[in-house]
């Protein structure tokens, strides 16, 4: 059973449309962590929420924190070419007492067609 | 101040030897995490270790695996008698506090690709 879901897993839209990614989980979570992979490379970390309903914008991204701390989700607004990724969501300190590392779910593969 | 190293990038082992991973964190940073990600795979934790002691290693099979992080010089992962299925791309991450804290984050290397052959 995985901990954290993704979805959707795939994603392909064109230049200029919207989108969202969601992070679900039946437990509850300390912070949550959103990194964005690229084929070859390590993830980088894009945003890190911590408070319940929390939203925190890096330009066209909008990152949210459920009130539950249970869920989170990216929104991209206007999606270019440089937003192709790999897009994972990350727990740290779950109440399932999980371990303690961060908890990843498979992430999205968001491809955005010129 | 430079990011998590990791070396080697690629890493090529016959089934039977021996690997070794390295991992130097950020400065400052003293919670060292390793994670495994197999194609089409989400990251899975191994180990969390912390300066010279080995914190949590629930993810980390029980033979063949060991991890270490001395006081001085980087954490290394180390896998014995390799095999195929050992292949993947192996991430250290760091961070300053302890991330079930909540008010830290963990950044991570650019990972050793293993192949077993």
């Known amino acids: 059973t995985q901990l954290l879901e993704q979805s959707p897993q795939f994603l392909s839209i064109q230049e200029g449309e919207n989108l969202t990614v969601y992070c679900n989980s039946s437990s509850v979570f300390s912070s949550l962590q959103w990194y964005r992979q690229e084929p070859g490379e390590g993830p980088v970390l894009l945003v890190t929420?911590?408070?319940?309903?929390e939203v925190k914008k890096l330009k066209r991204l909008t990152f949210q924190f459920g009130d539950a701390r249970k869920d989170s989700s990216l929104h991209i607004t206007a999606a270019q070419p440089g937003d192709t990724g790999l897009y994972l969501c990350?727990?740290?300190?779950?109440?399932?007492?999980?371990?303690?590392?961060?908890?990843f779910g498979k992430g999205t593969h968001l491809i955005i067609q010129p | 101040n430079a990011g998590v190293m990791q070396n080697p990038r690629h890493l090529v082992r016959r089934r039977g030897q021996e690997a070794r991973l390295r991992c130097s964190p950020m400065k400052g940073h003293s919670h060292v995490y390793w994670y495994r990600q197999l194609p089409e795979e989400g990251l899975k934790f191994m180990v969390y270790l912390q300066k010279e002691n080995i914190i949590d290693e629930s993810g980390m099979p029980k033979e063949r695996f060991s991890a270490e992080f001395p006081k001085e010089g980087p954490s290394i992962l180390r896998i014995q008698q390799v095999v195929r299925g050992d292949s993947a791309a192996y991430f250290c991450?760091?961070?300053?506090?302890?991330?079930?804290?909540?008010?830290?984050?963990?950044?991570f290397g650019q990972g050793t690709r293993l192949t077993v052959v």
């Open positions: 991450a760091s961070s300053p506090l302890f991330l079930a804290g909540g008010n830290t984050e963990a950044f």
């Open positions: 929420v911590v408070t319940g309903g």
């Open positions: 990350a727990g740290a300190g779950d109440s399932g007492g999980g371990a303690d590392g961060l908890t």
